[in-house]
């Protein structure tokens, strides 16, 4: 089955500066692949997704890039704010339309 | 719904008892997954409902988890004889199609065995 490493485990970053987040996966059958947003005491929130015919996408601040051949996929955060502290975990679903397996997740601490 | 509904929100329960963890799908959408999540981890598949298709129980930890989906709509999770790794974070989400878009979550259900 498919396998999703995310690193790094905890990140911590200046008000402002970028924050990037990389997740590699094992099925190169996958080919969706999106991102959740899990504040403090609330439910995952899907912030941005990405297909395996597209390379990048961009939603205001945030974007996401996929390497189909490295099997890798990363989130990329700029001009971060305090409220962009949360958890990030990243998650791939193969084409059978199958579960998604998530990433361990990323704890983002966004210093004022 | 609007959204995913679960209930309860918490429930403690003691070391032994059964419990019954209740999901509300998003109206149309075909796909239901639970997933538990211990504190401070990450999200652990537990099973998935699709259609009127044999559900895939692959991540249940122990014969004394299961799950059932009830007219295509609402969902139970049970947990037979709990025991104190029981206690975690249960959360249920469904996604219109598998596979197309990302899935919605519920707020959970907090389970703690004392």
């Known amino acids: 089955g498919e396998n999703v490493e995310q690193h790094p485990s905890t990140l911590s970053v200046q008000e402002g500066d970028s924050a990037v987040i990389k997740c590699t996966y094992s099925d190169s059958a996958s080919n969706y692949f999106p991102w959740y947003k899990q504040e403090l005491g609330k439910r995952p929130q899907l912030i941005i997704d990405i297909r395996s015919n597209v390379g990048e996408k961009k939603d205001q601040r945030i974007a996401v890039t996929l390497n189909k051949t490295a099997k890798h996929f990363s989130l990329h955060i700029t001009e971060t704010q305090p409220e962009d502290s949360a958890v990030y975990f990243c998650a791939a679903e193969p084409a059978a339309g199958n579960k998604l397996t998530f990433g361990g997740g990323t704890r983002v601490l966004v210093k004022p | 719904g609007a959204g995913v509904s679960q209930s309860p929100s918490n429930k403690v329960t003691e070391k032994g008892k059964d419990v019954e963890l209740r999901c509300d799908p998003i109206?149309?959408?075909?796909?239901l997954y639970w997933y538990r999540q211990s504190l401070g981890q990450g999200l652990e598949f537990l099973i998935y409902?699709?259609?009127?298709?044999?559900?895939?129980k692959s991540g249940l930890p122990s014969d004394r988890f299961s799950a059932e989906r009830t007219g295509g709509s609402v969902s139970t999770l049970t947990i037979q004889r709990t025991q104190q790794e029981d206690s975690a974070v249960y959360l249920c989400a469904s996604s219109l199609v598998p596979g197309v878009g990302g899935y919605t979550f519920g707020s959970g259900t907090r389970l703690t065995v004392v």
């Open positions: 409902f699709q259609g009127n298709s044999a559900p895939d």
């Open positions: 109206s149309g959408h075909t796909a």
